[in-house]
């Protein structure tokens, strides 16, 4: 397979561990291990000080499997599949979809989640939110024209990256529906689920609701545990289960042992865990709302329902200059849309790391010295 590069990640790759003030991140504030580690129960503290580094099963702990399954309706631990986020991503695509298939995407995002797709081989429509005063909009209307005869396979990302935006249960529900009526399959990135700022917002998840989907969650985000690489798929058809796990037997074939016991740990201190990173978003958003509030005229803003990002918009003039001089001159680093290939007026904020204070304090004295000072 020949794949494009990934842009954004690219973009981070030569940007993120050298810029001081990251204001672009989609993670959270990372957790410290002895932090994590105060937080085991008995059983769990026994099994890091036990830890033997050797092989483990496949599938995923028999322990971490049964915590994944508890934050599900319908889902079995034998219905989990363990493995790192991005590659389970990887894994779905390659085992749903063959050459010619047909795929509909939410776009922009993260760029795996269609591009896997268009290396197979296969003919990806975007499915784009509509952008609103008030907010961004996905439109269940438009999804369903541009869902075809062919159609295999539809991909959704809620709540979504880059936007912040989610759908109303209602939608929701009715968006699994069109899947089940045209006998498509569905994959649900569902990597920001339980970051919701409001819990009524909490969808649930595509694999409680449909047969025939494929949900993919992990710990990087809601978790504040991106250094883990720990995710997993969730589905409930038994034949799609063993050929994803057959799959990744070329792929990682089983995970790391320490992150196994480690996201044991926070799956079962996950209260605790969420809250305080639905804590320091809540305090970021604060600022990124009274910022781009106060300069109204220039920017463009909708405030997330859920997640750890946004997507706001110059009004005027180029996001990739906006970041590349805000990078260069006051060290911090913003994310413009260019990576995500949506034009060049959009930039991502993330929400979720601490000590943003002086990022958007240098954020607002680039906009006085340079936007401003220019108009």
Known sequence: MRIAPFDLERYFARHEFSTPHLLSVSDCEGLALAELLEMADDETAALWQ???????????????????AGLYQRIAPDQVLALTPEEGIFIAMNVLLRPGDHVVATFPGYQSLYEVAQAIGCQVTRWEPQRLEGGWRFDLGQLRELVREETRLLVVNFPHNPTGA??????????????????????????????????????PSASDLYERAIALSGLSKAFALAG??????????????????????????????????????????RERITARNLGIIRGNLRLAEELFRAHADLF??????????????????????????LRQERGVLLLPAGVFGYGDSHFRVGLGRRGMEQGFALLQGYITDHIRGCA
């Open 300 to 325: 463009w803003w909708a405030a997330p329902r859920a997640g750890s990002v946004a997507f706001p918009a110059l009004r005027q003039g180029s996001a990739q200059a906006l970041c590349d001089g």
């Open 50 to 68: 036990g830890l033997k580094l050797g092989y483990t099963d496949s599938q995923g702990h028999p322990l971490l499997r049964a915590e994944i």
């Open 166 to 203: 989610t759908l109303p249960r209602e939608e929701w529900l009715a968006l699994v529906e069109l899947a089940r009526e045209r006998g498509l399959w569905l994959f649900s990135d569902e990597m920001y689920r339980l970051l919701e700022y409001d819990v009524a917002d909490r969808l």
């Open 228 to 269: 883990l690489r720990l995710g997993w798929l969730t589905a409930r058809d038994a034949a799609l289960m063993r050929e994803l796990a057959a799959y990744k037997d070329y792929t990682t074939i089983c995970h790391s042992a320490p992150s196994e016991v480690l996201g044991i740990i926070a799956l079962r201190a």
